[in-house]
């Protein structure tokens, strides 16, 4: 059977009282020759020696008969500081360092180091969305931290372990603790008390109100953790009120002041990683997802593992898309401002993950992004009012298209290429003509904004949804289906109980999706004009939902911070 470090330290304790023999002792000496975190605990066998020996002299005790073969005596005494320093299973190591982490203990900030033990009152900050960190406890507790997190290392008064994550994602896998002990990770708007179990713990890194675009989410703002778990129980106790409530495996909860407090389910899949409401999802031609969040991140995931693309610093991502061969991503990025910012459109290689230009043009905000069928054009809509169409190869403007009065939320280029759709803020659903540039016709109006546009896969189709910006109070909303060729509203499906933000069609062209801030994702039978099905999908407001291209998985993406993956309803 294999020994854990933890088995191992306790048979280094029994060497030195004498108890343990020499086969075991050999065992003990291979352990260390293999064990790169013991090595690099220790740092040399004189100092550690020292240390051994003032111990002894300030307990009092006579010095220890060790029964170790002379070749391994000079490796157990190199390791026994580590021992010696990590004998308590509430001390910590930090191990496995990617990018740039800072350790700050004492109001000084310094580089971290692999296998630096972290004191109690330090601060562990992961810096730049590349970087990562993980705490590894003599107990084989393990926890994890990337992008822009931040972590500080406490105790509770009963002396058991607390970490305290002020922002960012924090994974954690922990051993069982002992009885009356329980490991607690605390966030400004929940504590998290686990005795054993794997869990995901995200802290919003930022409290202001708005979300996508400026539109007002919440009226006072307000601090939120997310909890997930896999395997096991936790405890989940929100600071606003002291409520407390069990999140056990396979559920997740998002705590903050007056949100619906209570364990929802863990669906196919759920992708936590994003530390604030995730605005857009995407799906490639391989499978690959694409998200952008409020917590200013672009994160590109491959099954269940993410990597940060980016992160923006001054403004924020609102949106992605995929070229129709999967190699490029393209991101909407700007800042919502009472006077409006330029902004940028940013290109990505998706295979190495790096940046290979920018789209500069439009004098606001970038709210959407999509492709022609061919891959060689790229349109986009904007605050500034404008619609811009650009060469993908040559990374230049082909042209401008004016007609809206205010925000472009949402474009959709028909099948053949030949014509893009739109919907504006000035409540208007349009046609363009892709080749000369202008527009075809308007299709007709919604009495709200108009946040989502679609065409059917036959192109002589489109649907539009929308609603008003403040999502606090709940109305009626329904999506409208007009033909392409006449301009003619055809039928509404109606039954949405708040904004509708993404439609898209199946491939077969039978069963429309819709999504809403009302928390439901809804497919529309197209033939019979009627609700098929609905899924009370996500724990707040839905932004956005994609479409795998083989139709049988669905992504959605939550104001309450998760993206989920579904069995697509065909």
Sequence with gaps: MTRSCADRQADFWKSLDGELDVSGSEALADHLKACDLCRRAAKGAARTQRLLLEAAAATARPRRRVWVPLAAAGLVAAAATFFLVTR??????????????????????????????????????????KSSATLRYADATRV????????ERLRTEAGGKKLFLSRGRLSADVAPQPEGRPMVVATRAAEVVVRGTRLTVLSESETTGLGKGGVQVDFEPQERALVGVDHG????????????IDVTAGNYALAGAGLDFVAKPLVRTTLLGHAGPVWHVAISPSGKLATVSKDRALRV????????????????????????????LATATGRHHQERLPAAIV????????????????????????????????????????????????????????GHGANVWSVAFSPDGATLVSGSEDRTVRLWDVGAARERRTLGSHD???????????????????????????????VKVWDVSTGQERFVLAGHQNSIWSLLFSADGRTLVSSSFDRTIRYWDLETRRLRSSIDAHAEGIWSVALSVDGKTLASAGEDWTVKLWAAVR
């Design 88 to 129: 308590s299973k509430d001390d910590a190591i930090l191990v496995e360092l990617t990018g740039e982490v800072v350790v700050t203990s004492g109001g000084a900030r310094a580089p971290a180091r692999a296998g630096q033990r972290v004191a109690e009152r330090a601060a562990i900050e992961t810096v730049g969305a």
């Design 144 to 151: 994890d931290l990337e992008g822009e997190a931040r972590v």
């Design 448 to 478: 709200d904004l108009v946040f989502s546009v679609a065409f059917s896969p036959d192109g002589r189709s489109v649907a539009s949804g929308g609603g008003p910006q403040d999502h606090s109070v709940p109305s009626a909303q329904a």
């Design 347 to 402: 290109l990505w290689d998706v295979g190495s993950g790096r940046e290979t230009g920018s789209l500069q043009g439009h004098a606001g905000a970038v709210w959407c992004v999509a492709f022609s069928p061919d891959g060689k054009t790229l349109a986009s809509g904007s605050e500034d009012g404008t619609i811009r169409l650009w060469d993908v190869e040559a990374r230049r403007q082909r042209a401008c298209l004016r």
């Design 301 to 328: 995931w491959n099954g269940t593992g993410a990597t940060t693309l980016g992160r923006r610093q001054k403004d924020w991502f609102y949106y992605s898309a995929f070229s129709p061969d999967g190699l490029l």
């Design 233 to 244: 129980k936790v405890e989940v106790r929100r600071t606003a009120d002291g409520k407390s």
